[in-house]
Each structure stands twice: as C-alpha cells, then as structure tokens.
C-alpha cells in the first residue's frame, strides 16, 4: 500500500533513509571489480550494484564507487579492471570485496583474464576494461569504461541485490 510521498525536511532535502528504501524496491545485479595492483602485484577489488550497460559503439559500461572507497584507487591505477558478474551463490564474495581492508581474495578461487587480472571462480560473466572518465557525483564517483574483452564464464542465476538484502532466481 503506498505511503504517499515523503515531505522534505527543513533544509529542502529528501531524508536519506527514506530514499534508500525506495530506492531498494529497483533490484539490481551485483559485480566484484578486481584488478592487479601495479604497486605489488597483488589482487585487489571492490563490490558495486550500480553497475550498467552505456553504450554498444563504442562498447561501454558504468559503475558507481565511493569517494570514501580505500580499493578504488588501487584498482584505478591498473591499466585494463575487470568486471567479474556475481552468481547468486557468491554472497560471501560480495561480501569480501564490499569489506575494508585485509586480504579480500585469501582462499578464493580465481583464474587470470586476458588482461592479466582475477576471474573469480564461478562468476557468471568476466569483461576487460579501461577507464575512459570518470565523473564526481555526489557522495560518490560515475566510472566509465570501455570493454576490451568480455565472456562468459560460469552457468547459473544472477546474485541480486533487493531492499538491502541479496538473493538470485532462475
């Protein structure tokens, strides 16, 4: 039943919880973004549902990151991330790669793309790409990429993310 629209708050602003929750009934899929860190050599990567389709000429993706993100840097300074697409019964990966700090890939499982970064096993799809822009938007940052390569990689259902919590279907 609709709750009518929410009132903006003294300041003209819409409440920030009252945003997300309308904003979690929009389901989406979720990816880990994994690269090579050029300073060691070392996996690295982060987690993010705002991932989309922009363009098919020329072939380009977008995802949202942080700008209080600790991984994004590290990942940025690789030449080509890849953009691994979670299955639904890779919640612990998600998990890992949305953490802050440690070994975020210790005990995972994950094989080299063609661009030499981390294909996390059991991921449904892997896509090679490069940063083209990036553009700040509020609380966090718009990454435009452009794909290299791409293929599919494991069978099964989507990992989902719906009103803060994760799920899949078939």
């Known amino acids: 039943m609709p709750t009518g629209p929410t009132p903006q708050s003294a300041n003209g602003h819409l409440d920030s919880r009252r945003f997300r929750q309308v904003l979690g009934r929009f389901a989406t899929g979720v990816v880990a973004i994994t690269a090579l860190d050029?300073?060691?050599?070392?996996?690295?990567?982060?987690?993010?549902?705002?991932?989309?389709?922009?363009?098919?000429?020329?072939?380009?993706v977008a995802?949202?990151?942080?700008?209080?993100?600790?991984?994004?840097?590290?990942?940025?300074?690789?030449?080509?991330?890849?953009?691994n697409v979670l299955a639904e019964h890779q919640q612990e990966v998600c998990a890992r790669m949305a953490s802050r700090g440690g070994d975020k890939f210790a005990?995972?499982?994950?094989?080299?793309?063609?661009?030499?970064?981390?294909?996390?096993?059991?991921?449904?799809?892997?896509?090679?790409?490069?940063v083209e822009a990036e553009h700040p938007a509020g609380d966090h940052t718009i990454v435009v990429a452009r794909v290299l390569q791409l293929d599919t990689h494991a069978d099964g259902g989507p990992l989902v993310f719906f009103q803060g919590g994760f799920g899949g279907f078939r």
Do not use: I, K, M
């Open 38 to 60: 050029p300073g060691d050599g070392r996996p690295c990567g982060l987690a993010a549902n705002s991932f989309t389709s922009v363009s098919l000429d020329p072939p380009l």
């Open 63 to 83: 995802f949202c990151v942080a700008h209080t993100s600790t991984s994004w840097p590290r990942v940025r300074d690789a030449n080509v991330l890849t953009v």
């Open 107 to 130: 005990g995972l499982e994950w094989t080299g793309s063609p661009g030499g970064n981390p294909v996390l096993e059991g991921a449904l799809a892997w896509l090679d790409c490069a």
